[in-house]
């Protein structure tokens, strides 16, 4: 057995069926994170860094337009610039909040539009003093329906993948999305979206207080670390989150779509264990 097979064994993902036609479209987030950038890194061109700044000036212009701002007494004009709307969620209302609470904000938020077009919020899933913090992007359809994050079938991917490296669901292990409505048509968040849910997610990680976090997929690295960079780019490092090493690999929606990935989502995943060790 070749080392490849030998590491696909442990992911519970083989014999690797190659279809003869074409795959369908997967439908649902599997779709929307299906193009993760692979390319390697790359010092941001000044185009790169105007486009940024174009972005920036979007975001402000897009919370204006999304928050609804009265529960935490802010304007809703737009006035509040991103990072003082982010530091008044953060460093107000959520700061001292314990869990029964914080669920209780998430249920009534009603910061972006997200909510209304939802079926449930889908606060996170685990033991609340996980040394391992598993970050994904948004619910989908099945997730929305159960109130649980990767119930689907990229949450079956990822079981498999926690399996390979000796852990499951719920057992020293929680599970939580950036993102805590469905996002219609299980599209890609907004950015203005992601600054209104981060708060949340910030708060269950100072809650939780993991040892490790591994972020899945781009929308979890780039909210975490603060970054635009490529998972190409952040994979292979350990990176620092307040204090909390964390390691970049690909959502498991993106290898159900990529499955020759599954080898370098091994690799990263030795590395947190290897680095939770070392803690
Ligand atoms: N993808 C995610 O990022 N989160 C889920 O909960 C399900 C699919």
Redesign the pocket.
Known sequence: MDRREAMLRELNLHPLWVRRHAPEPMPS?AAAVAEEPSAEIQPPSSDVLQSRADAALRVEAEVGDLFVAEPYGLRDSGEDSLREFQLKIAGGPLADVAWPELRQKVRDCALCALRAGCTQT?FGVGDEQADWLFV?????EE?DASGE??V?Q??RLLDNVLTSIKLKRGDNVYIA?VIKCRPEEDRHPHVGEIAACLPYLKRQIELVKPKIIVA??KTAASALLDTDATIAALRGGVHDYNGIPLIVTY?P?YLLRSPMEKAKVWQDLCLAVATLQKT
Do not use: R, S
Not at 136 to 140: F, K
């Open positions: 987030v889908v994904g992007e948004a619910p989908g997730e994050p990767f689907g990229a949450g999305n899945l997929g959502h929606a």
